[in-house]
């Protein structure tokens, strides 16, 4: 049976987290949908089996991460052809209460639209060389894609509680897209439309430009000059919790679900890096090492404060990623390929630990 509240005073909350990573984004997207078939056999009826949305009080992601969130909690928009005069359709009765994005197509954006994305090029190398001096790729195909997929929908709309990560770049600061609960929303909240709020959250440095967006609410109309929320939580988890306590402030139980992009294998040793150099520690040949320890280092931490937290249940998935490509952007076949692979590696490791999350859950 499904435990659904959305009282403030609810004593459990449920969270799902998923980091950023790229077109390793696959790889929770494919846990995600072994997680639904699982719940859609225990409950014998396609027709009853919950969503997403309504399964989790919130919903995190950073980078590729917001993606997936955005695109599993943004509701399906009615045909419209209003002009938004008197008697023209309200945005309320625009949008339905079911997801516009199936899981089964958030994994096919990756497998069949990652290579638009980050599109392959027979001067690999040099494009590598030419990433230190500016953007790897255009962010046009990326934003086309998000226009198919949310259209003029707001985080506002969002069918359950979001937390999208990005950073600020002129106020030096984290920064937060959020769709909140009534008794939990402010009057100085900002809203945005889901396609900029994708795209601030992933505009990875020397990858993508930054985003420049501003919100579509009147009360504020200056824009913001925002990059990949990877920066300060490439693992997006401990936001949701601190997000969840302040919502839910009397809840006594916080069920966390943390959905990894996999961990990189590649080891540097002493003698490797003892003569480093500024360029060395910034190479996108080498996998830009200071960046990925950074946000690996961050990610670790996470998991290791919110194994301790009392009150808190945490389940982590994640893997090595054996046979499969580090970077973010080998959207290749062969590479996604080998993220099918990894992805059923961290399925047969975790199966019962993935039915004791379903029974928490669900």
Avoid at 63 to 89: F, K, R
Avoid at 147 to 157: K, Q
Wanted: proline share 4%.
């Amino acid at each position: 049976m499904l435990r659904r509240y959305t009282h403030r005073y609810k004593r459990t909350v449920r969270i799902l987290s998923i980091d950023g990573g790229g077109i390793r984004g696959l790889i929770p997207a494919l846990l995600l949908y072994e997680t639904y078939r699982r719940i859609r056999l225990r409950t014998g009826d396609r027709r009853r089996t919950p969503r997403i949305h309504e399964l989790f009080d919130l919903v995190a992601g950073t980078s590729t991460g917001g993606l997936i969130a955005l695109g599993l909690c943004a509701p399906e928009q009615s045909s419209y052809s209003g002009d938004g005069s008197a008697g023209a359709e309200s945005r309320a009765e625009r949008v339905a209460s079911h997801p516009a994005v199936t899981i089964e197509r958030i994994i096919e954006i990756y497998t069949r639209y990652g290579v638009q994305v980050f599109p392959r090029w027979k001067f690999s190398r040099l494009r590598t060389v030419l990433q230190a001096f500016g953007e790897k790729y255009e962010a046009a195909p990326y934003e086309r894609l998000l226009r198919v997929l949310f259209g003029d929908l707001r985080v506002s709309e969002a069918l359950t509680n979001l937390l999208i990560t990005s950073y600020d770049t002129e106020r030096r600061t984290p920064f937060f897209f959020k769709r909140r609960p009534a008794h939990y929303q402010r009057s100085d909240d900002r809203d945005f439309l889901m396609r900029d709020a994708a795209r601030a959250s992933s505009a990875a440095p020397t990858f993508f430009e930054p985003a420049y967006i501003r919100p579509v609410d009147g009360h504020n109309r200056e824009y913001y000059c925002l990059v990949d929320g990877a920066i300060f939580a490439a693992n997006p988890a401990m936001c949701a919790y601190i997000e969840a306590r302040k919502m839910y402030p009397r809840a006594r139980r916080f069920v966390i679900v943390s959905l990894g992009t996999g961990k990189r294998t590649r080891q540097f040793t002493y003698r490797e890096m003892r003569n480093w150099g500024y360029i060395d520690w910034v190479s996108p040949a080498k996998g830009v090492p200071l960046s990925s320890m950074t946000t690996e280092g961050i990610a670790e931490a996470v998991n290791y404060q919110l194994n301790k937290l009392p009150g808190v249940y945490y389940y982590r998935f994640n893997g090595l990623l054996h046979g499969a490509s580090e970077a973010m952007d080998d959207a290749g076949e062969e590479n996604i390929d080998a993220l099918f692979t990894v992805s059923r590696r961290i399925i047969e490791e975790n199966t019962e630990r993935l039915d004791e999350v379903i029974r928490a859950i669900v």
